[in-house]
């Protein structure tokens, strides 16, 4: 199963986690990502990964994931408002912990449980004048 990737609403793009995903799949979707990123000057992700499981995603692949993120991270924080993410289970919130902090500060991202919850947050981040410096977003 691959990633559901949907522009249909820019600047908001909504991504679905497929319940599992291997490098080649990772590294498309950021390829996607990166492009995204060229092409348009702000984007707010909608991420909703209530279908992955990271007990099938093995430390090797999370790790691959984080480097993957590295490899692309200065191009797409360039245009990457916000991400929100939908997250149903404590075990995924903790994957995602762990999975920031190898990569580190990047930009305002929030973990919500309801597509609703994170659309509203999502809309209010497209809405305001967002000093990004003081939330801890990487400078380039």
Sequence with gaps: ????????????????FPSIFDQAQYRELFARYRSLSLE????????DMRKFNPLKASAALRKQ???????NVTHIVTATVCEAR??????????????????????????FTSPSEAEAWVQKQLAG???????GRIQL
């Design 86 to 111: 939908i997250v149903s289970d404590q075990l995924t919130r903790g994957v995602l912990t762990a999975f920031d902090w190898l990569t580190g500060t990047k930009w305002p991202c929030r973990t």
């Design 1 to 16: 199963m691959n990633f559901v990737f949907r522009t249909d609403r820019l600047p908001i793009v909504e991504v679905e």
């Design 129 to 135: 004048d967002i000093d990004y410096t003081s939330q």
């Design 65 to 71: 994931a984080a480097e993957v993120f590295n490899e």
């Design 40 to 47: 348009h000057g702000r984007i707010a992700y909608i991420i």
